[in-house]
């Protein structure tokens, strides 16, 4: 009488794993066609991204997934481009009124999520780690003047400040505001090296690629900020020259999570950064599967991942093509399968769910800040957004690492979910990085939205660990973030159904989801 059951099981069984590496396989046919080379690594503006935005549209049309942009499918914006021209432009530093000229590779470089003035001459001052956090009562610039002055200041933030305030005030206008306030005019970030995703030598590579921002002023979120540059730590000894410190001994401070000093330098900055602009339009590629509620039909939980990356680059190895496989094809491939789960299941949930493609994350998470300030659904009735963002599938999905875990009510119920998949559940195992507002996610998340967002997780010290920083070390953002990696397509295809159940269960929950009553981000509630 147990054979039976036990040969009915193994039948299951089998068909289990049929169906999922069916699934992997569709997962990975729209990465192999989103990261091919033809779309030139979806730049924002191109028709690389054009055609990316088209494959999306047609998959939701073609699953029965219905239009929910503001011209069928589509959600266009115009973007202004802003490029540095640096053969024309200069960069010094100024001691006892000599000018040192400062290396574009190998010292410093232009950002332009600034505010570009012409020339600017300025004295500059150390801001410390260039925070306010009122609720910690930690202020950088208290006692510091810096008027029309420039702000140095070592990214990063005492080892006691919880991940959630460091996060927040870290991000680029809460970190502005303040400056701006007491009258700064520009800033120069110095990254600890042991702590930057990407290398100096990778990363000075995208100096030269456009940045973007949306043309709608509201939306402009550093006015004032005429000059902003990224600092190599290894060259920053002369920013500190006859201060009474060295860069290495506040370093060492960031590293040991210490609070920093704050003090006038003996270097002024004389910057003209050229810049060539130009307006564009992309678009967020959007669709839904209609509540059947007749009273929750108009709440929306929203499924977004952003659709672009960052286009053709610097050559490394002979290649230029930055094609964005996990980064983030990943993603809009897991988007568009757990619609298509979704259809195929037959699933009806109560409220609306909404699928969003966003375009310029990489440009500062422009497409979802447009969509979270101008939704295509009623603002009042988004009541969720489930991000996904570089997952990083490198290896079986055994534990799921939960940006905003216990921030809101839809922690328990992914902790639920992953319970049923025998799937740990962990938190955000890497606070300092600040991820929880370095992806779309954060446009909700000020909208007063609760969110979540995701990460193959591991635990310190293993050989998961070691696989996902190698990743970020030598891949992302990197030509090889390319089809020929090694990626464990049937742990994404789980990946997906744990999105479906999350997704099923908070748009047929009674009550919507809701920020902790301890959460920081409560704060952002309207």
């Known amino acids: 009488m147990r054979v039976i059951p036990a040969a009915l099981a193994a039948l299951l069984t089998a068909a289990f794993a049929a169906d999922l590496k069916t699934e992997a396989g569709r997962w990975w046919a729209h990465i192999v ?13 191109t028709e690389g991204y054009r055609m990316a935005a088209q494959y999306v549209a047609t998959e939701f049309e073609r699953n029965g997934i219905g239009p929910a942009g503001t011209k069928g499918y589509y959600q266009p914006m115009k973007l202004r481009s802003l490029q540095i021209d640096e053969p024309k432009s200069s960069l010094d530093l100024v001691r006892n009124g000599k000018a040192e000229a400062l290396s574009f590779t190998e010292d410093a470089y232009f950002s332009l999520r600034s505010d570009p003035a012409g020339e600017v001459r300025a004295e500059a001052v150390f801001g410390g780690y260039g925070l306010k956090i009122p609720e910690r009562g930690i202020d950088s610039l208290a006692g510091l003047d810096v008027r029309n002055k420039v702000v140095v200041y070592i990214g990063g933030a005492p080892k006691d400040v919880p991940a959630a305030l460091q996060a927040h005030y870290s991000s680029g206008p809460e970190r502005w505001n303040p400056m701006k306030a007491a009258g700064a005019i520009g800033t120069v970030r110095i990254q600890n090296p042991k702590t930057m995703d990407v290398p100096w030598e990778r990363a000075v590579l995208s100096r030269l690629s456009a940045s973007m921002r949306l043309t709608d002023p509201r939306l402009f979120e550093t006015p004032g900020l005429k000059l902003a540059l990224e600092f190599r730590a290894e060259r920053a000894a002369r920013l500190f020259e006859g201060s009474g410190h060295t860069i290495e001994e506040l370093l060492k401070l960031v590293d040991e999570g210490k609070p920093l000093p704050s003090f006038p330098l003996k270097v002024s900055l004389r910057a003209n950064p050229v810049v060539k602009t130009s307006e564009l339009e992309s678009m967020n590629v959007a669709g839904k599967i209609d509540g059947s509620d007749p009273l929750l039909k108009s709440e929306h939980v929203v499924l977004s991942a952003h659709l672009d990356h960052v286009g053709v680059g ?54 979802s800040k447009f969509f979270a300030n101008y939704p295509t659904a009623p603002k009042k009735g988004i009541v969720a957004n489930i991000n996904m963002d570089m997952f990083l599938p490198l290896f079986p ?26 799937v740990e559940v962990i938190a955000d195992q890497e606070p300092a990085r600040n991820r ?90 309207r």
């Open 33 to 45: 066609y989103l990261a091919d080379d033809k779309m030139e690594g979806r730049n924002p503006g």
């Open 314 to 367: 610097q050559p490394i190895n002979g290649d230029k093509i930055y094609n964005g496989a996990m980064d983030n094809a990943s993603g809009i491939a897991s988007l568009l399968e757990v619609a298509r789960l979704m259809k195929e299941q037959g699933l009806k949930p109560k409220r609306s769910v909404l699928f969003l493609a966003v375009t310029a994350e990489e440009k500062g998470l422009q497409g």
């Open 397 to 422: 999905l055994k534990m799921l690492e939960v940006q905003g875990l216990d921030e809101s009510t839809l922690g328990d119920v992914i902790r639920q979910v992953g319970q049923k998949h025998g």
């Open 436 to 525: 929880f507002i370095r992806s779309d996610q954060y446009s909700f998340i000020r909208q007063g939205v609760p969110a979540l967002a995701f990460k193959f997780g591991f635990r310190a010290g293993s050989e998961e660990q070691k696989i996902a920083r190698e990743w970020t070390r030598t891949r992302y953002h990197a030509p090889s973030d390319d089809l020929n990696q090694p990626v464990d397509k049937e742990g994404a295809a789980r990946f997906n159904r744990i999105l479906v159940d999350l997704l099923e269960q908070v748009a047929n929950a009674p009550q919507r989801p809701e920020w902790k009553a301890e959460s920081f981000f409560r704060r952002f509630l």
